[in-house]
């Protein structure tokens, strides 16, 4: 695995991740995502339908915490996860959690974390946790970590433990690592920890760079964890103890305007679970991305001007038909304004459902509860979220990253 | 009559029997109708909202699916018929371009909503969404199935219980044969849709052959098998099948409504039936339950967590190419993807079937075809259902 670096473009990394996979043959650009799945799926697709989308990342990310369940039918199997769930050809990397989930907090002790599947709470020790990655057989892994900090109000002495004690798995992880026949190719991603705290992500920055990792796996920036400014500024001060060569993925971090905050912070990799919790709302991801201004909507909306700083608008809550935590970057389409709307659900996008289908009729598939609604946002959403990704780059390559920043965050109001 | 037989001549529909099977009743023909031809013996699947249960209509296409159903009564509830009018008809609003069959929501009405009142007018009932009353007349079924607008209609009828006896059944017979007039009058597009009539009579011969008698007298497109499958004892069941086909005239195809089990498609192919419907194999799959030449596999028990063998070693669909089933057993737990990939192997299962099953009429080895199907789907002769063995016996095709 290689990074190459062409650019940095007010703190965004242009890059290309090379000689990915078994035979190096992959590469993934950056800042650029991977692809999410449950179970080594992207949720509600089959592979027919999932391979209808262009440019699909190299990287398919899998999760300890859908997998943990299956191991004894992965050790038996024996091919790993990519021959069990039938994948195309694919970078496969392993995180500890589905961010998509919240993880109930309160199971991580000096030993242990704990992992949730369909059947409840899996409690993993690291040689457990690193026999799953055997048998799950990825390229790339992230290490165990005590990842609980991203309560509010966590206290010093928690994050200096969980800090101490991420550190701690990352060594016996390591050490079973160059042991391991399976995971002899594979990368292992060091943790950083250490809560809101700038001296503790600092810490565990130093004290991860100075062990034998491919890359860097940037955990507790969830969300809900804390304010965008803040986040900002531990994740750049953290990027600065990393070494330029070595990639830097996120966990947690989805909506597009937090995406291109971290990017300027200075992360590569971001996960791609935000489409997927755009779709089990029922909603479409609408936003606009693209900096040659559309000559329909040109005249009618002014972008915001916004602060270099990394000022964002505040997130106006749309909640008024009862969907929650819905972001200004989609439409609802269970909305009733759709059910004659004709159109796609969004001009000029490319994807499956955009070329075949109307908003209306997907509006009929959410309020009738058919299965196809959700197979049809997926593809969508994960159309969309990818076309975002690439435009970054674009705007990146082309020194345009400010007009790319006025253009996904001017709020939208309404259609 | 004069302007019944008038609207049939113009009929969007031709049936070309493409082989007799020269010992049974079977027979395999080809079915043309407005958006393209349709091989028969033909099992339709159903896509009761406009949308066939998380498979895309590219996904249905290329399992070389010709025809299937929606539900006029669901469609015709949400989004309403007049919105589907604009969308260009069910083809447009879903975007199949392929045949589409609509039933007349009769029997959604029987069947699913509590408090549905039959009277010579038509069927009254309180909607579920809005707690409305609402009629539903011949003439507005044929309106809404118009405003669809499926190349297949079927004319409103009486739905009985096929376990009730009496007096009701006959009156049931009767008016559906006065729905079927009504229908017809109804029609606005007799150029692009047609409109078949639905045999009824209950499990009385005499009354089915009543039944017969009057509605052969309209010259309507096509027939239609109804009021079985709801229960009633198989005995019953293939006896009612074997005397319709019977008096139904050759060149016109005959459907049999709401059948759809491996050994019931067989059987009836055998007694004379050209198409048939059901939803048991799309529902049957979001249950984890996957269609195979012996039976069937419950893939969420626990017995094919380590089964690392596709759902049948011998099936060509993309699901079986691709996935085993120890992995749709585990993807279960987690996500609905584990459901679209049974709904595809068990349409394919399903289609596929019929397809060898016309093979082999059209190779004049049908009867060769169905002992082997009963040998692959018992594990000994002793356990064929005793229905089945003399339903196929009384077309001359011996299995025990």
Known sequence: MKLQLSRVVQGCRLGVLTGLGKSGQHSLELPGCLLYTRCATVPHLTQDTLHTLRDLPSVTQVSVDSLAEHQEVLEEFKEGVRNFAGLHDTVLFSSLHDSANTSPAGHVTNKTVSVWGSGGRIELTADRFMAIQEAIQPDCYQSMADGETWQANTSRKRVRKAVDRTLAHLDECLVLHQKSQELKQAEIFGVVEGGDIMEERLRSARETAKRPVGGFVLDGFHSAAMDQDVRAQLIRATSAELPQEKPRLVLGIGRPDEVISCAEAGVDLFESFFPFQVTERGCALSFDYTIDPDPETAGTSAPTVLELNGEMPAVKKLNGNGVTNMTPFEMNLKDKRYQDDFRPLVEGCGCYCCKKHMRAYVHHLLVTNELLGGVLLMLHNMAHYLGFFKALREAIASERLQDFKNRVLQCREGD | ?400
């Open chain 2, 1 to 400: 009559m004069a302007s019944v037989k008038a609207v049939s001549s113009a009929a969007p529909l031709a049936l070309r029997i493409v082989a007799e099977c020269p010992v049974s009743k079977a027979r395999a023909c080809t079915l043309t109708l407005p958006h393209c031809a349709v091989n028969t013996p033909v099992f339709m699947p159903v896509g009761t909202q406009g949308t066939l249960k998380g498979i895309t209509v590219d996904q249905l296409e290329d399992l070389d699916c010709q025809i299937c159903l929606g539900n006029t009564y669901h469609l015709g509830m949400r989004p309403g018929p007049e919105l589907i009018e604009k969308a260009n008809g069910l083809h447009g609003f879903m975007k199949w371009n392929r045949n589409l069959l609509t039933d007349s929501g009769g029997f959604q009405m029987v069947s699913l909503v509590e408090l549905s009142e039959v009277t010579e007018q038509g069927v009254t009932f309180r909607s579920p969404y809005d707690g409305k009353e609402i009629l539903l007349t011949p003439e507005q079924s044929i309106g809404i199935q118009n405003s669809l607008g499926s190349d297949i209609m079927m004319q409103l009828d009486d739905v009985v219980s096929s376990t009730v006896r009496g007096p009701r059944v006959e009156e049931a017979m009767h008016r559906s044969v006065r729905w079927l007039d009504r229908c017809i009058t109804a029609n606005k597009n007799p150029d692009r849709q047609n409109l078949f009539a639905i045999i009824q009579g209950g499990l009385d011969a005499k009354l089915r052959k009543a039944c017969l008698d009057e509605m052969t007298k309209r010259d309507v497109p096509g027939f239609a098998i109804g009021g079985l499958s709801g229960g009633e004892e198989k005995d019953d069941f293939w006896k009612m099948v074997t005397l319709s086909t019977h008096h139904l005239p050759r060149e016109k195809p005959r459907y049999l409504m709401g059948v759809g089990y491996a050994l019931d498609l067989v059987v009836c192919v055998a007694l004379g039936c050209d198409m048939f419907d059901c939803v048991f194999p799309t529902r049957t799959a979001r249950f984890g339950s996957a269609l195979v030449p012996w039976g069937s596999l419950q893939l969420k028990q626990k017995q094919y967590a380590k089964d690392f063998q596709p759902i049948d070693p011998d099936c060509q669909c993309p699901t079986c190419k691709r996935h085993t089933r120890a992995y749709l057993h585990a993807l279960f737990k987690s996500d609905t993807a584990a459901m679209h990939h049974i709904t595809i192997h068990n349409i394919s299962y399903q289609l596929a079937l019929m397809r060898s099953v016309r093979q082999s009429i059209i190779d004049q080895r049908f009867p060769e075809f169905v002992k082997a199907f009963m040998k692959r789907m018992f594990p000994s002769s002793d356990q064929y259902p005793s229905w089945a063995v003399e339903a196929l016996q009384s077309v001359n095709i011996t299995v025990s």
